[in-house]
């Protein structure tokens, strides 16, 4: 598939349908309403609609938040950062700052040194060319770059060269199809769940009009498609965990969150 291809099918889309946009997004919405498509593939076409708009830096780790290793760490170093900071399994190894990076390491790659008892090897022995693209670069490139490339991450440069953030080819899939879990990962929870009368727990990724059917109450926007989106939206940011914001009668509290997006929401009704 060339350079592109990805943002391809938002354009058939929008040939077949004439519309911009915002009226295919209505389109779809209504065909779920009208139960010819389930809420997961809803999520998928709307959010493929967005998927050539969205820039790297919208979803990247930023480069606080990167797990990283000096280039004179060892092999055993490398180890004990995959295994306890449940980092990626590929590490950026930099040079002084993470402003130079100097390479990757991926944890396949240390299991020969391991098995060996070569844990005070020099990491750099392994390091692999770093793959590198512009915090300004959108999704459909990263993802095109990616596949011609065949790299599964890459690290996130800005105007002057410095290190933003990474990105792996996980990340980018995700905002199409939705969290991607593995066994290591915490069990994702119902996108609403009731846990007592009029309290619910809802999934950042629950679209709106399913918030409105299931909890009883009105959610509109037309700018956002998820209950996530929407908090997000009203509160300029992506907000804290613990951080508390009234909606309509209703408490929302912000119980999962990172960097990227609101995972989970407690909704609790406000007695006067």
Not at 234 to 240: E, L, S
Request: glycine content about 6%; aromatic content about 6%; some cysteine.
């Amino acid at each position: 598939m060339d350079e592109g291809s990805d943002s391809r099918l938002s354009n058939i889309f929008k040939k077949i349908f004439g519309s911009n946009g915002q009226q295919l997004e209505e389109h779809i919405l209504e065909a779920r309403a009208e139960g010819e498509i389930e809420n997961e593939e809803v999520s998928m076409l709307l959010n493929i609609l967005d998927f050539d708009e969205k820039h790297v830096s919208e979803i990247m780790v930023p480069r606080t938040d990167m797990a990283c290793a000096d280039a004179s760490s060892t092999v055993g170093d490398i180890a004990e950062i995959i295994i306890n900071q449940g980092a990626h399994s590929r590490i950026p190894i930099f040079k002084e700052t993470r402003d130079y990076i100097l390479g990757i390491v991926h944890a396949k790659d240390l299991l020969p040194p391991l098995l060996e008892g070569r844990r005070d090897m020099p990491v750099t022995s392994l390091m692999r060319p770093p793959f590198f693209v512009p915090e300004e670069m959108r999704l459909d490139k990263v993802l095109a770059s990616f596949k011609r490339e065949k790299h599964h991450m890459a690290i996130v440069q800005d105007e002057y060269g410095g290190t933003s953030g990474m990105v792996t080819m996980e990340d980018v899939l995700e905002e199409i199809v939705g969290e991607i879990s593995d066994e290591y990962d915490q069990e994702r929870p119902d996108e609403i769940l009731e846990i007592e009368d009029n309290v619910f727990i809802v999934s950042g990724r629950t679209l709106l009009d399913e918030v409105s059917d299931k909890c009883g109450f009105e959610l509109e926007s037309g700018e956002v498609d998820s209950i996530g989106g929407y908090v997000a939206a009203m509160a300029g940011r992506i907000p804290r965990e613990g951080e508390v914001f009234l909606v309509d009668n209703r408490q929302f509290t912000i119980i999962r969150s990172d960097e990227r997006q609101i995972w989970s929401i407690r909704i609790d009704p406000i007695h006067e």
